[in-house]
């Protein structure tokens, strides 16, 4: 089955304790990218990949990392979280193409993170 | 820039009735798409329909439809006879080839279907 899986779903922790929230995908995209959920505010980009290697920021970028050593995954990566990046987060994919062509963007089902 | 507004938080519609979720966008590039997604309660985020900029005709897919307005820079998704499971958060989102890779999102608006 074609997806977009994120772990883990759901995490509480506490200010300044690093974590990482794992992304895969097993439909080949070269296109991967991690939003938040806030509300009120939709989805906003935190960091995208166009492919192997190449990542590159979103609009809201800070407090955040990425790595993409390997096609597949999208590791997100909160070295001292804080209590402003409790939120829902998202990873998704696609095929690269044309941009602005049909690409749907395939999504996982969403982590919700608690920074207390 | 590029940006989305969804200027309806919130909207109401009865069961078996048509509804149109307005959508106006904000971009400098000629080329570029269009996109629709439903958020039901659950959480989870599903396609439901695109518009490229340089299509001729306004996309349909199923009970969904839009309204494609190009000058007036609109994107209305029109579902037509709603139905109770169509009750989620509805949001327009837009990407273009020329303004980097960012995929950017509206606000959101919330639909409620009354029996």
């Known amino acids: 089955e074609a997806q977009v899986t994120q772990n883990p779903r759901y995490l509480i922790t506490v200010t300044g304790k690093k974590l990482t929230v794992t992304c895969s995908q097993n439909?080949?995209?070269?296109?991967m990218s991690w939003y938040r959920q806030d509300p009120g505010l939709g989805l906003r980009q935190i960091y995208y990949s166009m492919n192997v290697e190449v990542t590159d920021k979103g609009d809201v970028p800070e407090g955040y990392k990425v790595s993409r050593k390997e096609k597949r995954n999208f590791p997100l990566i909160l070295e001292s979280p804080s209590p402003n990046q409790t939120s829902l987060y998202f990873c998704?994919?696609?095929?690269?193409?044309?941009?602005?062509?049909?690409?749907?963007?395939?999504f996982g089902p969403g982590t919700r993170l608690t920074v207390l | 820039a590029q940006k989305i507004t969804q200027t309806q938080p919130g909207m109401f519609v009865q069961e078996k009735e048509a509804v149109t979720l307005d959508c106006t966008y904000d971009?400098?590039?000629?080329?570029?798409?269009l996109f629709w997604y439903k958020q039901p309660s659950s959480g989870e985020m599903i396609f439901l329909i695109y518009q490229g900029s340089y299509d001729q005709q306004n996309a349909t897919e199923g009970r969904y439809s839009l309204n494609f307005q190009k000058a007036r820079k609109s994107a209305n998704l029109v579902i037509s006879a709603s139905q109770l499971g169509d009750s989620a958060m509805y949001f327009c989102?837009?990407?273009?080839?020329?303004?980097?890779?960012?995929?950017?999102f509206g606000p959101g608006t919330r639909l409620s279907v009354l029996p």
């Open positions: 439909m080949n995209h070269e296109y």
């Open positions: 998704a994919s696609s095929f690269r193409g044309r941009l602005a062509g049909n690409n749907e963007q395939f």
């Open positions: 989102a837009m990407r273009s080839d020329n303004y980097g890779q960012n995929f950017v």
């Open positions: 971009t400098s590039d000629p080329s570029y798409g």
